[in-house]
Structures are given as structure tokens and as C-alpha cells.
């Protein structure tokens, strides 16, 4: 089993930034490839970003290739979400998520534990 629990949501302006972070206990961080999602009103979950075991290999949707990072501090058990020159379509509910799959976990039915999720709010 692995815990996952998100931070860092809330209400910013349009341009602004958020940093999520995503605290995990359990079996070994490192085992797990790892993954943002998001969820808006009315829409399916959307994979954000993903991160390899060992961090060497990312993934970005088109939507936030070159305004979001995502980084992990497996020694500290966390992933992070660095969201810059946020837009009003980024409001959603973003979720952690982690992978014990070996192929590049592009899809939500690939992630074995999920976070509560935390809201995320860009004002125009």
C-alpha cells in the first residue's frame, strides 16, 4: 500500500504560480513511476505530467508543456507539481498518483494508488 496525500492547491490570479506537492508513506517511493492528473467540472481526468522512477525520464501534456515542472525527492518521499503563468483552464482538481508498471503509465487505469486530490482555482 501506498499513501498519498496532496498540498499546495488553492486560489491564484491568472499568470501567478502554484507549487503541489505530493507526501508519500508506504512501500518504497522510489518504486513507483508517479503522476499528476487533473480533473475540471464535467470532464474526464487528464494526465498532466508523469515522472520516472528515478526522475530521468518526464512526460508534459501539450496543454503544459513549458509553463508546469514536475520533480521528486525520493529520499523524501515527495513529488512536486511547479505550475507557472497559470490560466483560468487550469482550474481543476489535481491528483497524485503512482505506477508500478514498468511501461510509461499514460493512462489513469495504469495508476495503482491515487491522493484525495487538492483544488486548484486560476481567476481571470
Known amino acids: 500500500q501506498v499513501q498519498l496525500v496532496e498540498s499546495g492547491g488553492g486560489l491564484v490570479q491568472a499568470g501567478g504560480s502554484l507549487r503541489l506537492s505530493c507526501a508519500a508513506s508506504?512501500?518504497?517511493?522510489?518504486?513507483?513511476?508517479m503522476g499528476w492528473f487533473r480533473q475540471a467540472p464535467g470532464k474526464e481526468r487528464e494526465l498532466v505530467a508523469l515522472?520516472?522512477?528515478?526522475?530521468?525520464?518526464?512526460y508534459y501534456a501539450d496543454s503544459v508543456k513549458g509553463r508546469f515542472t514536475i520533480s521528486r525527492d525520493n529520499a523524501k518521499n515527495t513529488l512536486f507539481l511547479q505550475m507557472n503563468r497559470l490560466k483560468p483552464e487550469d482550474t481543476a482538481v489535481y491528483y497524485c498518483?503512482?505506477?508500478?508498471?514498468?511501461?510509461?503509465?499514460?493512462?489513469?487505469?495504469?495508476?495503482?494508488?491515487w491522493g484525495q486530490g487538492t483544488q486548484v482555482t486560476v481567476s481571470s
Open positions: 515522472i520516472s522512477r528515478g526522475a530521468s525520464t518526464t
Open positions: 508506504g512501500r518504497t517511493f522510489s518504486a513507483y513511476a
Open positions: 498518483a503512482a505506477s508500478s508498471r514498468s511501461v510509461y503509465p499514460l493512462v489513469a487505469s495504469l495508476y495503482d494508488y
